[in-house]
């Protein structure tokens, strides 16, 4: 992250705002580079992945495969091969790369002989942040969605997913039902043979019937809740998204200040862009929505109180710092 430059501070000083530390590149737990060539970053990551895929070719394997770019850069960064390549600057030539990272482990599968006893799910974490301009290249895009990543916006939560499993996953089949990322857990126990951990609440649910088209298949969600941090500002239900009426927020998709005493209403099948509030329209609709925003609020807590079943955040114990430099 290059957008959030430190400035240098020593140990235990805070730093200014958001800024970050520059991060070493770490195996496990011992720093192997600092400060770290990040041109090359997607051509080492992708070589590290297919030894992985080689040396477990005989036994089953879990590859988790979170890629560096394009990241919160000013300008992201690619190997020599992809600069220059694309007609869309430093952004296209990092998408690029990427698209020859994902390849390249696609074409290892097939290589092996494993591709029909292996499902590879691609998506990402949350949308674009965007640039003030939101038709730049700059930081991305999530066009037709509205807003930017890190809100409660349809373009923050709204991302795209792949799942190839030829053999098993109909080929150009189109799924629209709400799942998230805390579905994976235990969709791929259960395709291992096993279960999510029992000693624990897991949030998500077993989506083997959407990924594999199982006929009448609907999202495992009744509703699903947005939050800002602690403050619970939207809820959905089907295709209706309600925006709360709000005394205050710190960062909003829709509301300004001063302006956020009403409740927003979208169909987000008919409206994709959130453009139309339809409030006015269906108030049956915001008064059961609003029913089960009130439900969340005992359960997970808002900004104001905890909830009867928040839990809290995992930490780690007595944590030590890396050492990034010797002399």
């Not at 051509?43 to 394997?61: S, V």
């Not at 959905?236 to 709000?246: A, C, D, M």
């Amino acid at each position: 992250d290059d957008m959030t430059k430190p400035t240098g501070q020593r140990l235990g000083e805070r730093l200014d705002g958001n800024r970050w530390p520059p991060l070493p590149l770490m195996e496990n737990q011992t720093v192997i580079e600092a400060p770290v060539d990040r041109d090359g970053l997607t051509k080492r990551y992708t070589e590290r992945a297919l030894q992985f895929i080689e040396a477990n070719r005989e036994n089953p394997f879990f590859l988790y495969f979170p890629q560096a770019m394009p990241g919160s850069t000013s300008q992201p960064f690619a190997s020599p091969a992809f600069k220059g390549k694309s007609q869309n600057g430093p952004w296209g030539d990092s998408i690029e790369e990427l698209d020859w990272s994902m390849g390249q482990i696609l074409d290892k599968l097939k290589e092996l002989k494993l591709d029909q006893n292996t499902l590879v799910i691609w998506t990402s974490d949350n949308g674009a942040p965007l640039a003030r301009d939101i038709t730049s290249p700059v930081r991305g895009s999530n066009l037709p969605l509205h807003g930017r990543g890190y809100t409660t916006a349809e373009g923050a939560f709204r991302v795209p997913m792949i799942a190839w499993w030829p053999g098993h996953i109909p080929a150009n089949t189109r799924c629209d039902e709400l799942t998230t990322t805390m579905d994976l857990l235990p969709t791929f126990a259960r395709l291992a043979g096993t279960r999510e951990p029992q000693d624990r609440i897991i949030d998500g649910h077993d989506i083997r019937p959407l990924l594999f088209g199982k006929k009448g298949a609907t999202s495992p969600y009744e509703a699903f809740y947005y939050y800002q941090t602690k403050q619970l500002q939207a809820v959905r239900q089907g295709p209706w998204k309600l925006f709360l009426p709000l005394k205050d927020f710190q960062r909003h998709p829709h509301f300004k200040k001063g302006d956020s005493d009403k409740p927003l209403l979208f169909n987000l099948k008919d409206d994709i862009a959130s453009q139309q509030n339809v409030a006015g329209n269906y108030p049956k609709i915001v008064e059961q929505l609003t029913r089960l925003a009130e439900q969340a609020k005992r359960d997970l807590g808002d900004e104001d109180h905890p909830g009867q079943n928040q839990r809290p955040p995992g930490k780690v114990e007595n944590p030590k710092p890396q050492v990034l430099h010797s002399k």
